[in-house]
């Protein structure tokens, strides 16, 4: 496994926090996503998309519900295409299968287009190792690998950079001039990687789905490295996670509606291949071997809670990331491997070890937009809530995340609200002690444990003069029409006298 | 030769069926209703299709232009082979083409390119591994077959100033050409130049991708379940926005590309 740096997600936010240039990026890319993907469901029409999410969610359920089926058909079909299939129990079988194939061939030089997989498994490294020379293709991903970095986005792997550095290190790595035209700079990694194309013995790939009834890997690309990949090199290998197969090939027009919106707004990518085998004797060009490794690394742990199960779902559009305040706040580096924003924090700790990654499920305000936007329908934010239950009942003391301080404060807490009498004493109590502290209402540095442990992340807002109790005597206590059961028919948010004082 | 490696497949799936929480040798499900369909079905549901695209053609290559338009190509309607020559003409002369390679497709037979792409100063690659495709080399022409050199074709494609080639669909939901292999169509034809023209015939356009894959899935089934090896879909030109976000046309694959609509 690639370095796991789960376990730092809180003091690796505090550092991104300070990181000026990361908080630039971060800036720039802004809501831009995220303003194509609504403006392109608005195009569609928001109960037809409804519909599209709604079908996609039910082939994803029931091919995973029937893994072992979909995978045995999906095998046959490969195989009676001309391909060979290969099954990787983990992150080490793979990369020795994927190193096995290239060095048995001979192959120098392989070129790749974007896998996340393959991060995952830092297949890159291992095939410099045995000597593979590796060149990511996808613009992104080649700017992470001259820099040495791992992807911090699902889909802009390089999203962390302004283009001021990656100027910078264009001309620090090849010696091109330092310039601030984007277009020049996507100029220079088209000329160096073109040669390295057709140098190749093998092309890597990822995969976006896998149709099973027809034995088909399909990828979903935008600059036409994918189709050079797969299309120059003797070898193809394509490399992904066991979750992709979807049963027919009618089942992939919905996939391709929802994905390249959901993703960059786009209704539809530039290219989209599919790839069934090796070349044919009839066809002109092509790979003479195609191979595909499927790989389990931790995926069967997902699949057998059912309370997870749902995460395999994932088609990996990054729309989660992108509507996300924790990530648009922390970057993707942060959560410490590479699937960053709250899909990552779902199922990093699962496939890393919870204790390992025992911060993710709390890297989360809970507000649910991430459930709102997902393609699929995951739910995201429960997912996040059974992580927190597991580690809170874990048994493994190194599994358990809740602290004796914390345990202590939820005890107090569930005895003063039990106590009005009390609750309403110390709250005033509180109020009066934090005052020094605030600047409008803010404490952004608290001087003592707990507040202060609370303060490093982020801001605590002094308790209001006006409890929630004293509106309710006050505005609610006497007009027993709108009664204390809540009984009454429509009483909008809008009109509520609790809703016109809340600064109170 | 076929090899294994890794877990064998029977332990791999047998992981699967325990996460599942069923035993080892748990029959395989009932089939999913779409895998479930017959060729019969399929091919019910094919004459509804054929209907379908009987009609209302004029509005469906309507469709497919605006679409492309928005999705980046340069649309030409040609109601006539005139029109579409002329065309191809227009941009050879505006880019200042100087190698073309095109592929061997049936359009190419319907629409007489080789005379508009015969000209002084143009140097033209054939894509013809089939000998038997008609007509003979003439000057300032290169027609690759089986005695050509595999590395001087795909040197001639890389070098070319412009790709020409066929569709074998069109997909008006997407504004999307569909290529599939064929003896006589290189993978790079479409991919490797700086500039890609395409073909469409109108009785190759289709509404929407569910119609593009039921067509697909019928081939695969009266093939002996064969696809072919790739089913590429082009839509527009290569892209990225991988730089803040910024769009810049054209990386690896085409920045300019044409498509002719043939009617």
């Keep these: 496994m690639p370095q796991v740096k789960t376990q730092d997600f809180f003091p690796a936010s505090e550092l991104s926090m300070q990181n000026a240039q990361l908080q630039e990026a971060l800036k720039r890319a802004g809501t831009g996503f995220d303003g194509a993907r609504q403006e392109a469901i608005a195009e569609v029409g928001h109960d037809i998309w409804e519909e599209w999410r709604e079908e996609a969610r039910q082939i994803k359920v029931h091919t995973l519900e029937h893994l072992d089926y979909y995978l045995e058909l999906l095998t046959e079909n490969v195989e009676r295409a001309g391909g060979q299939v290969h099954f990787a129990k983990d992150a080490a079988q793979a990369n020795a299968i994927v190193a096995e194939l290239a060095t048995s061939r001979g192959v120098r030089v392989a070129v790749k287009s974007k896998s996340m997989v393959s991060e995952e498994l830092n297949l890159n490294e291992f095939l410099e190792q045995v000597g593979v020379e590796v060149y990511e293709t996808d613009l992104g991903e080649y700017i992470i690998q001259l820099a040495g970095e791992s992807p911090s986005h699902l889909v802009a792997p390089a999203l962390h950079k302004t283009k001021e550095e990656v100027s910078q290190l264009l001309h620090q790595k090849l010696g091109v001039p330092l310039t601030d035209d984007i277009e020049a700079m996507a100029r220079v990694a088209r000329d160096v990687l073109r040669d390295k194309f057709f140098q190749a013995e093998l092309g890597i790939s990822g995969a976006n789905f896998l149709v099973a009834e027809t034995g088909t890997l399909v990828i979903i690309t935008n600059e036409g490295n994918g189709r050079l990949c797969t299309s120059a090199p003797r070898i193809h290998i394509g490399i992904t996670g066991m979750e992709k197969v979807i049963p027919s090939l009618q089942d992939l027009a919905v996939f391709l509606r929802l994905l390249p919106r959901s993703a960059t707004g786009q209704p539809m990518t530039s290219y989209v291949s599919m790839i069934s085998g090796p070349r044919r004797d009839n066809d002109e060009d092509g790979p003479e071997e195609f191979h595909l490794v499927l790989v389990d690394n931790g995926r069967t742990r997902l699949l057998a809670d059912p309370d997870l199960r749902e995460s395999l779902n994932c088609i990996r559009c990054g729309a989660c990331l992108n509507i996300c305040p924790v990530y648009q706040k922390v970057g993707g580096h942060a959560y410490g491997w590479v699937y960053p924003g709250p899909i990552g924090a779902v199922i990093s700790p699962t496939l890393v070890g919870l204790k390992q990654a025992k911060d993710l499920p709390f890297a989360s305000s809970l507000c649910g937009a991430c459930r709102e936007v997902c393609p699929v329908k995951i739910n995201i934010p429960r997912m996040l809530l059974h992580q927190r239950h597991l580690l809170s009942e874990s048994p493994d003391p190194a599994e358990k995340s809740v602290t004796l301080t914390e345990s202590l404060l939820a005890r107090l807490f569930t005895s003063l609200m039990s106590r009005p009498a009390l609750l309403n004493t110390g709250r005033k109590l509180v109020r009066l002690l934090s005052r020094p502290w605030a600047r409008n209402g803010i404490i952004r540095r608290a001087p003592l444990p707990p507040a202060s442990r609370w303060t490093r992340q982020r801001d605590l807002p002094v308790l209001p003069q006006r409890s929630f109790r004293d509106l309710w005597k006050q505005e609610l206590g006497s007009s027993e029409g709108i009664s204390r059961t809540g009984a009454s028919d429509t009483p909008s948010a809008s009109e509520s006298p609790v809703n016109r004082s809340q600064d109170g | ?263």
């Design chain 2, 1 to 263: 030769m076929v090899e294994h490696l890794g877990t064998p497949k029977a332990e791999f799936l047998a992981s699967i069926r325990q996460a599942l929480g069923r035993s080892a040798a748990s029959p395989p499900v009932p089939p999913y209703p779409r895998l479930a369909e017959s060729l019969a079905d399929l091919e019910a549901l094919e004459r509804e299709l054929r209907t379908r695209l009987e009609t209302g053609r004029d509005a469906r290559l309507e469709a497919l232009a605006q679409t492309a338009t928005q999705r980046g190509w340069n649309v030409k309607r040609a109601p006539n082979p005139e029109e579409a020559l002329e065309y191809l003409s227009s941009v050879l002369t505006q880019l200042g083409v100087k190698r073309a390679v095109r592929s061997t497709e049936e359009v190419f037979q319907e629409l007489a390119v080789d005379s508009t792409l015969h000209r002084p100063g143009i140097q033209m690659t054939i894509v013809a591994r089939d000998e038997t495709q008609p007509g003979e080399t003439r000057p300032g022409e290169t027609r690759s077959n089986k005695n050509h050199s595999g590395a001087a074709l795909r040197q001639s494609m890389i070098d070319a100033d412009i790709g020409i080639t066929g569709a074998d669909y069109a997909v008006a939901e997407t504004g999307s050409v569909v290529v599939l292999p064929r003896a006589g169509l290189s993978r790079l034809v479409s991919l490797a130049p700086p500039v890609h023209l395409a073909l469409v015939r109108p009785q190759d356009v289709v509404d929407t991708l569910d119609d593009l894959f039921l067509l697909r899935r019928l081939d695969y089934h009266r093939n002996g379940r064969d696809m072919g090896s790739y089913l590429n879909f082009i839509t527009g030109p290569s892209r990225t926005a991988d730089i803040e976000q910024t769009l810049v046309v054209g990386v690896h694959g085409p920045k300019e590309v044409h498509m002719v609509i043939l009617g």
